[in-house]
């Protein structure tokens, strides 16, 4: 069995035993709530963070906390996995926390292929969302991962 198939499926099993379902994408209330608080956030910030696609931090959030019930995401507001040397950030609201997501994305050097291509008009999810996953995650599925969040919750 091919490794990428071997991956997907352990992943499929992941979600099955995670509490992830179709099901769970019809109660859309952490995935509303988390789009209106990163798109007022985007505009908050205006320039590029608007030319993020919000249906990619949803999907973050989502796939990193599925869906805010993570401990992480419960004790430290962190719903993207956010980290540094010393350890996983905290933050004071949810809302502190995903503006830092969304300055990381636009200002952050690590970011800058991704930026670059925001600053071109670049708007294929699967070209964005292939930037983000080389640096965001140490996992080679990340972005199908996250291609699998958006399609499910039809965000």
């Known amino acids: 069995m091919p490794v990428r198939l071997c991956s997907y499926l352990i992943f499929l099993f992941f979600l099955s035993v995670s509490g992830f379902s179709y099901a769970r994408c019809g109660d859309k209330d ?15 910030i205006g320039g590029l963070a608007l030319k993020i696609p919000t249906s990619i931090a949803v999907a973050q959030a989502v796939l990193e906390t599925g869906y805010g019930e993570s401990k992480l995401a419960r004790t430290k507001n962190n719903h993207f996995g956010l980290r540094s040397k010393n350890g996983y950030y905290s933050f004071l609201t949810v809302k502190q926390g995903v503006l830092f997501y969304l300055e990381n994305l636009i200002e952050g050097p690590y970011y800058s292929k991704f930026q670059n291509l925001l600053k071109k008009g670049e708007k294929r999810e699967s070209v964005l969302l292939k930037s983000i996953a080389s640096i965001y995650a140490e996992d080679d599925d990340y972005q199908s991962k996250l291609a699998f969040v958006i399609k499910v919750c039809r965000l």
Do not use: G, N
């Not at 952490?30 to 908050?44: C, F, L, R």
């Open 30 to 44: 952490y995935i509303d709530k988390m789009t209106e608080i990163v798109e007022a956030k985007k505009e908050k």
